[in-house]
């Protein structure tokens, strides 16, 4: 069974200040997924990386997958009220299968 | 963006009623995908299915059934809700060739 594990579990931050956050596993992926969930509803895509080493940039947001694709961080620079959510990374597996693991999730508060 | 449908959005009802989550999804995608999840907490796999009358189950047990009658149709049934199965239910499609999910917004349950 694929673990991830993220971290930290809960951030509360003020506006303006930025934060990683991080997803680790022992576990190869070959690709590696984003999402941002708000209360009631489905966890919307932020990104996929595939590449090892690869790093996106998405506005406020740099995503990097890590070289040997076990880990993933997310850098959210000057973060704004409108970034509250909880931030799910998931991992998909190697062969045909192919189903996603996802992280326990990070609780990112920022307040005004 | 996706979609996704699932209905009802929110269901609260007595112990020991049969109910049946439905979602849709109007992409044409072969994958489907159920999970569960707590507030704040990770998504658990509950059901998934990877084409028409193809349906296996996931990671986590459950009493529920699905099945996949049409492409565009994943329903999921329980035959006798019980408080335990109170949670959130989400409904999730994938293309070919592809590892990315997209979420419908949900079911939110609850047993009483």
């Known amino acids: 069974t694929q673990l991830l594990e993220q971290s930290p579990q809960f951030l509360s931050i003020q506006e303006g200040e930025n934060l990683t956050v991080y997803c680790n596993s022992s576990?190869?992926?070959?690709?590696l997924q984003w999402y941002r969930q708000e209360p009631g509803e489905g966890p919307v895509l932020l990104v996929t990386?595939?590449?090892?080493?690869e790093v996106k940039k998405l506005k406020r947001l740099t995503f990097q997958f890590g070289d040997a694709r076990k880990d993933s961080s997310l850098h959210i620079t000057a973060a704004q009220p409108g970034d509250t959510g909880l931030y799910l990374c998931?991992?998909?597996?190697?062969?045909?299968?192919?189903?996603?693991?996802f992280g326990s999730g990070t609780q990112l508060t920022v307040l005004p | 963006e996706a979609d996704i449908y699932q209905t009802p959005r929110y269901l609260v009802i007595g112990t020991g009623k049969k109910i049946t989550l439905e979602c849709s999804q109007t992409?044409?995608?072969?994958?489907m995908y159920w999970y569960q999840q707590d507030p704040g907490m990770e998504l658990h796999l509950i059901h998934y299915?990877?084409?028409?009358?193809?349906?296996e189950k996931g990671d986590l047990s459950s009493e529920s059934t699905v099945s996949r009658i049409r492409t565009e149709h994943f329903p999921l049934t329980l035959e006798s809700a019980r408080p335990s199965h109170t949670s959130q239910y989400l409904c999730?499609?994938?293309?070919?060739?592809?590892?990315?999910?997209?979420f419908g917004p949900g079911t939110r349950l609850t047993v009483l």
């Open positions: 999730a499609s994938s293309g070919t060739g592809t590892d990315t999910q997209y």
């Open positions: 576990s190869v992926f070959s690709s």
């Open positions: 990386v595939v590449t090892g080493g």
């Open positions: 998931a991992g998909a597996g190697r062969g045909s299968a192919r189903q996603l693991t």
């Open positions: 992409m044409g995608h072969d994958k």
């Open positions: 299915s990877y084409g028409v009358n193809s349906t």
